[in-house]
């Protein structure tokens, strides 16, 4: 089987859509948002005991049996609720419109994918003809 490589083709539409690739900052941006979840986490922790900190007067007068850690646990169902939502409805949905995304924009990658189906499909139909 021969090796193809893709050929960037330019784009007629307009020249205002077409993008432009810089692979340095593509994966400094990649290593950013790929860390930025672990940081939230760690601020949103600071933030929640900083909440706790400044409520505490409130919750000791008004319902003395929440300590931190049933205050943390709260939180922490309320965060596992959303986890679950984000799990069951967010991510189904990003990864349909990435994926209409995909085949939408004329991706070479799926046109070549295309062709090797092609391919096999008559090499598949030319086995049949032999037996």
């Known amino acids: 089987m021969e090796?193809?490589?893709?050929?960037?083709?330019?784009?007629?539409k307009s020249?205002?859509?077409?993008q432009r690739s810089i692979p340095r900052l593509g994966g400094f941006l990649d290593a950013l948002y790929g860390s930025l979840p672990m940081l939230s986490a760690a601020n949103f922790v600071?933030?929640?005991?900083v909440l706790y900190t400044d409520i505490r007067p409130y919750l000791i007068e008004n319902v003395p049996w929440?300590?931190?850690?049933?205050?943390?646990s709260i939180i922490a169902t309320l965060?596992?609720?959303?986890?679950?939502f984000?799990?069951?409805?967010?991510?189904?949905?990003i990864w349909t419109?990435?994926?209409?995304?995909?085949?939408?924009q004329e991706n070479k990658v799926i046109g070549k994918l295309d062709a090797i189906e092609k391919r096999?499909?008559?090499i598949e139909k030319m086995k049949e003809k032999k037996k």
């Open 3 to 12: 090796h193809v490589m893709l050929k960037r083709e330019k784009n007629t």
């Open 15 to 18: 020249r205002i859509f077409n």
């Open 46 to 49: 600071s933030i929640l005991i």
């Open 66 to 72: 929440i300590n931190i850690w049933i205050f943390g």
């Open 79 to 84: 965060v596992l609720i959303l986890m679950l």
């Open 86 to 93: 984000v799990y069951k409805f967010i991510l189904p949905s």
């Open 97 to 104: 419109f990435r994926s209409k995304l995909m085949f939408s």
């Open 120 to 122: 096999l499909d008559r």
